[in-house]
């Protein structure tokens, strides 16, 4: 009765969706991933599982970074023709260090609409629990895969007064740990947040340099959120390290 009442008009909606604990999507987004006429997903096997969780029953087409540049204008085309789509991604939100930017600009380019559906991201959730500056920071995503290339924009940086986010792969972990190390110096505050909102979500903080011998001897599994505390940011303020499973 609801959607007949209020049917929910044509377009692109972006969705963001749960960075581990299914509990943390909206009711707002369980209602429009209801009502779409169709889901974008990074990978449907991955959405799937939380559309089954919701008994949520809706035709899903893959969109990746492999295939986005076709499939913008296929799912484009279908709004167009007057079709509901849902983007998501298999963690957090679209389009943010994830697919999604294609789909929106073509939609935009062609004036259709296009609606954000706001929830959990990765890295403003490692900012809140980190203890470092908040008031400005700059998201860097991810880093080249080739360990010259990172260290050249670290260095950029250098000297950057607000505190600096990235993400990582547990296969690159103690990889990038180490550049910061070369580049920030081994007193620099850093928090380091590991598998957020899931069982084993472990928060770091401390000197890079400590911090990096803790993570040599710890198993690097999962998504590893980084964060660089400005220069000026008094390494006394925090304890040598400080982890926090949940």
């Known amino acids: 009765m609801e959607q007949a009442a209020h049917p929910l008009a044509p377009g692109l909606y972006v969705v963001a969706t749960p960075i581990g604990n299914l509990g943390d999507i909206t009711l707002r987004a369980l209602k429009i991933l209801k009502s779409v006429d169709l889901i974008a997903c990074e990978d449907t096997r991955t959405t799937a599982k939380l559309l089954r969780h919701y008994d949520i029953v809706r035709a899903m087409v893959s969109y990746h970074e492999h295939n986005e540049r076709a499939r913008a204008s296929e799912i484009a085309d279908k709004i167009q023709n007057g079709s509901r789509v849902a983007l998501v991604c298999d963690a957090g939100t679209p389009a943010v260090s994830d697919p999604g930017f294609r789909l929106v600009r073509e939609c935009r380019i ?39 290339a990172r260290v050249r924009t670290l260095e950029n940086y250098r000297n950057f007064p607000h505190t600096l986010i990235l993400y990582e792969s547990c296969h690159r972990a103690q990889k990038l740990l180490g550049e910061i190390v070369q580049v920030f110096g081994h007193e620099r505050v850093i928090a380091i947040g590991r598998e957020l909102t899931k069982l084993h979500e472990t928060f770091y903080r401390g000197n890079a340099g400590e911090l990096q011998k803790i993570l040599d001897t710890s198993q690097c599994r999962g998504e590893f959120v980084f964060l660089i505390a400005p220069e000026d940011f008094s390494s006394n303020e925090v304890p040598v390290w400080a982890p926090n499973a949940t």
């Open 110 to 148: 062609r004036r259709l609409l296009v609606v954000p559906i706001p929830g959990p991201s990765a890295f403003t959730t490692a900012l809140c629990a980190s203890g470092l500056p908040s008031n400005a920071f700059l998201f860097l995503g991810f880093l080249s895969n080739k360990s010259a």
